[in-house]
């Protein structure tokens, strides 16, 4: 049993490691992933670009790809070049990799104590956040160390020697145990860190770990697809090109593999000559598997957008009480959650109508109204982004001001029913008096649904000009509308004042929300802005 010890604090001292580094980088990289995508989507070169970094520093293909969902989901960047994205971000997910190749035994335990200290101590963001990043990438190199030390007495074992012998004594067993190793990690970065490490320990050579390494990209598809549920239309494509990048990868690197058995030299031929010894050569098996692929599919993409619509056509026409852009998968990324925010707002706000009280979906007509139904949802988003993330101060500020426009949108919705009530228990000839007020509260409804989903600065200033009800036009229809009054019954001038009233209620709870919108493009980035 104690010679698993050092094997197992090792295993353990690795899991923990890519776990912190894993939150950290996703943390420190996400907002400026975010605006390096929406900067870098002109040409595919600058997203292939734009893909290399974001693999690199976060690490996780699959965090790249549900950020882009989301990205794509609320129209920030094309389809086209989230597709080549997330194709290159599995070429920079593999840089970590050839740190598991060098021997850098003494800067780790230093890089390990100083960021320790440095995350127990600096509490100021980003700073924090950078020393917990260090510090996973210490501990996971600092475990790896003492993986090797632990198998270094369980490779001359001779049960040990045979166990390894009959794992990899075929090249798809091998494959199906790199598969099985980067879904055990949730990481096929890891995976083949651990593969390399063993390597390096003498446990196996470069031609008997090549295939695991090909088949570690395998090891996420699993958990994309318990993630992607309910996702459908492009969002899910989007995901379903990774995995179809994956299998790909999987498939043209093995038959390379059996090429080169047959006699000619590609990959292994090219990485043998690599000096270094085993690790520095299996690190690079690992770079050429994701780069060779890259390269071969980037040029077919919009063929692979075709072939994945077959199977997973555009979305049907969106539900109204169901939310179009606040996805659950959206919540991984706090900054890309808050941008989606002010669209489902926007596209709540949009749905009222002064005709008639919200609607009732039709396949749901014994729950409650369409509008009423978004809106819970909306702030059930906004509750999980808040209690399921360790937010800024900004972020948090933010998320407060999105919901107190969420709150004053549902009064507006509750306002403008019992306007809609009043206009329907109106005389017939006395709804042409009111016609022109509820045009104009129905035109600033519809342009602060615009200004509120844009979050420009223009429409929102545009919005608050045009919802004073103290301009010329406004108190002119208001002044027809009191003296139509005499003309009617005393029964029709009661419903006439009731429908004034509720102007009045609805049109002041707009022109509400249009003060906290305008407050909120002029506040400082550290003010609440109500």
Not at 21 to 31: P, Y
Not at 71 to 98: D, E, H, K
Not at 381 to 393: H, Y
Not at 490 to 513: C, K, Q, V, Y
Request: with cysteine; net charge positive.
């Amino acid at each position: 049993m104690f010679l698993f010890n050092g094997f197992i604090l090792g295993l353990g001292l690795f899991f923990l490691g890519l776990q912190l580094t894993g939150q950290n980088m996703r943390s420190l990289s996400g907002g400026g992933f975010r605006q390096l995508v929406r900067r870098a989507t002109g040409t595919p070169w600058l997203s292939g670009v734009c893909g290399l970094v974001a693999g690199a520093l976060m690490q996780s293909a699959t965090a790249v790809t549900f950020i882009l969902v989301s990205m794509v989901g609320s129209g920030l960047i094309p389809s086209a070049a989230a597709r080549v994205i997330v194709v290159w971000c599995n070429v920079g997910l593999t840089a970590l990799a050839f740190l598991a190749a060098f021997n850098i035994h003494p800067v780790v335990a230093f890089v390990v104590g100083v960021a320790g200290i440095a995350m127990g101590s600096v509490r100021r963001k980003p700073w924090n956040t950078i020393a917990g990043a260090v510090l996973g990438v210490g501990i996971i190199l600092f475990g790896l160390e003492q993986l090797g030390a632990g198998l270094a007495p369980l490779k001359d074992e001779a049960w040990f020697r045979q166990v390894i012998e009959v794992a990899l004594h075929s090249p798809f067993q091998a494959f199906l145990i790199g598969v099985a190793a980067s879904a055990l990690l949730q990481s096929n970065t890891g995976a083949a860190m651990v593969l390399i490490t063993l390597a390096a320990g003498g446990a196996f050579g470069v031609a008997e770990a090549a295939p695991a390494i090909y088949g570690t990209n395998l090891g996420a598809i699993a958990l994309r697809a318990f993630l992607a549920r309910g996702l459908s239309g492009s969002a899910i494509r989007l995901v379903r090109m990774e995995d179809l990048f994956c299998v790909f990868s999987g498939v043209l690197m093995m038959a390379l593999f059996f090429l080169e058995r047959a006699g000619i030299p590609l990959v292994l031929a090219l990485v043998k000559s690599l000096q270094g010894g085993d690790a520095i050569r299996l690190a690079s098996v690992f770079l050429l598997s994701n780069l060779i692929p890259a390269f071969v599919l980037s040029p077919f993409l919009p063929l692979c957008e075709v072939f994945l619509k077959r199977f997973w056509p555009s979305d049907a026409a969106e539900r109204p009480d169901e939310p179009k852009f606040l996805r659950s998968q959206a919540l991984a990324d706090p900054e890309t959650a808050l941008d989606l925010i002010p669209k489902e707002l926007g596209r709540l706000f949009a749905s009222l109508s002064l005709e008639k009280k919200p609607s009732v979906s039709d396949s749901d007509s014994h729950e409650m109204p369409a509008f009423m139904k978004l809106g819970a949802a909306i702030e059930g988003f906004c509750v999980r982004l808040a209690s399921e993330n360790p937010l800024s101060q900004n972020q948090s500020l933010r998320l407060q001001r999105y919901r107190a426009w969420l709150h004053t949108i549902r009064h507006i919705g509750e306002a403008s029913g019992e306007l809609a009530d009043s206009h329907t228990a109106l005389p017939p000839s006395a709804k042409l008096y009111a016609k022109g007020l509820l045009d104009w509260m129905q035109a600033n409804i519809l342009l602060g649904a615009e200004a509120t989903s844009s979050m420009n600065s223009q429409k929102i200033q545009e919005f608050f000009e045009s919802s004073k009800q103290k301009i010329p036009a406004v108190r002119a229809m208001r002044k027809s509308f009191l003296e139509s009054c005499g003309a009617f019954s005393p029964a029709g001038n009661l419903e006439m004042s009731s429908l004034l009233d509720n102007f009045d209620i609805t049109a002041w709870l707009i022109h509400r929300l249009s003060k906290l919108q305008v407050k909120a493009i002029q506040a400082p980035p550290d003010a609440v802005g109500f």
